[in-house]
């Protein structure tokens, strides 16, 4: 067996990451459904420049196969920095990945300042177990529905 070069890296949101990330983002669609995929990459790109974005990548030997991107703002109530994951994806053959991304993109967080890191994960998901495992709580849920056209 080869031994594999793994990695996860805080990157920049431009337009080589995104060109990069293209199948990635429309797999994870795919998967998750909901509204149509359009992203917003000049509003994404603003509140990366404005450091609100925070965008990791999976890259095994160099490919990528999976991202992480998470909102950080000041919470209205209680003035602490807050992080929510906006959108999680890694391929079926790398989830295995999925913890040691979580450890990863926490610590990142927290050296920034982070007090407190949410993730949107699907009800009953692998994910939803392992964050568990790691500590996180779900002091309340949030339920959606689709009030547009």
Not at 2 to 12: C, L, N, V
């Amino acid at each position: 067996m080869t031994d594999r070069t793994i990695t996860i890296e805080r990157r920049p949101l431009n337009p080589d990451i995104v060109t990069e990330l293209k199948h990635l983002i429309v797999a994870n669609h795919a998967e998750v459904g909901g509204a149509p995929l359009d992203p917003q990459w000049m509003t994404l790109y603003q509140m990366h420049v404005n450091r609100a974005l925070k965008l990791f990548v999976v890259y095994v030997d160099g490919v990528a196969v999976g991202y992480c991107a998470h909102l950080v703002t000041v919470h209205p109530l209680h003035g602490e920095l807050w992080s929510h994951s906006v959108a999680v994806y890694l391929v079926p053959a790398w989830r295995r990945l999925a913890r040691r991304l979580v450890e990863e993109v926490e610590a990142a967080l927290k050296a920034d300042g982070v007090a407190w890191v949410a993730w949107g994960v699907p009800e009953g998901s692998p994910g939803l177990r392992m964050l568990r495992r790691l500590g996180y709580g779900m002091p309340e849920v949030t339920l959606r529905k689709r009030v547009a056209g």
